[in-house]
């Protein structure tokens, strides 16, 4: 089935553009600029599209991301630390993003004669984000399906939306992904900070993974800090 993957540059789409060219299956990917904190992700994604041999779209949105006001990623709002599973880290929320993204996807990869878009959203991700949870990936599946009727067929891929993180880090490991060629880091520093809810839980998966995390950290033991306040 020829994909699309929607590639933040992040350990889980990298993972996942990873396992897509492996099964022979991967077109190209498909990047968006919504105005976030930082560009190391984007190169993030660029450098992948180039390792696996696949075209790079990188999508200007943002001037829709600047009327998504009020997220932690677009504004001058300080990135919280901690576990993902705080309410702190609701302001991490950037209203209707994969939706957003998704819509966009969708209307590349029919005009590019696809067989399906392909997004890394997983299980950790359900507490705080709304958009990647199984209810939205099966009504926009439909949704799609209804807005293009006619005129191909394109699916949603979401392999990971049931699993854990630390399963795409298993996944990624499987498939010889450079996770030191990823990043994940919200703060944009020299190094991951090690202190965000995605670099706590980066850590946290590739120990549940039983995978050496390559990543350095500024912060490499907070993680644990974080993990036992949240189970407190």
């Known amino acids: 089935m020829k994909t699309i993957v929607i590639c933040s540059g992040g350990l889980d789409s990298v993972s ?3 396992s897509v060219a492996a099964q022979g299956n991967l077109m190209g990917l498909v990047a968006f600029d919504y105005g976030q904190r930082h560009a190391k992700e984007l190169d993030s994604a660029r450098a992948c599209a180039k390792r696996l041999g696949v075209w790079f779209q990188l999508v200007d949105l943002r001037a829709a991301g600047a009327l998504l006001s009020g997220s932690a990623l677009t504004d001058n709002v300080e990135v919280p630390d901690g ?3 705080e309410e702190s880290m609701r302001i991490t929320v950037v209203p209707n993003r994969n939706a957003i993204m998704l819509t966009v996807a969708f209307g ?3 005009a590019r004669g696809a067989e399906a878009v392909a997004t890394a959203v997983h299980g950790g991700d359900h507490f705080i984000y709304p958009d990647c949870r199984p209810g939205f ?3 926009f599946d439909t949704m799609q399906a209804h807005a293009m009727e006619g005129y191909g067929r394109v699916r949603l891929l979401a392999p990971f939306v049931h699993q854990p993180k630390s399963a795409i880090v298993t996944e990624g490991a499987r498939h ?3 996770f030191a060629e990823t990043w994940s880091c919200y703060k944009g520093g020299e190094i991951h900070c090690g202190r965000c ?3 706590v839980e980066r850590r946290e ?3 549940l993974a039983g995978v050496e995390d390559p ?3 500024a912060d490499p033991d907070f993680w644990r800090a974080a993990i036992a306040a949240k189970e407190a």
């Open 108 to 110: 590349i990869a029919q």
């Open 137 to 139: 990936v099966e009504a």
């Open 197 to 199: 809810g995605t670099c």
């Open 205 to 207: 998966a590739f120990h």
């Open 215 to 217: 990543t350095p950290y």
């Open 176 to 178: 010889n992904t450079p």
């Open 16 to 18: 996942l553009a990873h």
């Open 83 to 85: 576990h993902y599973a």
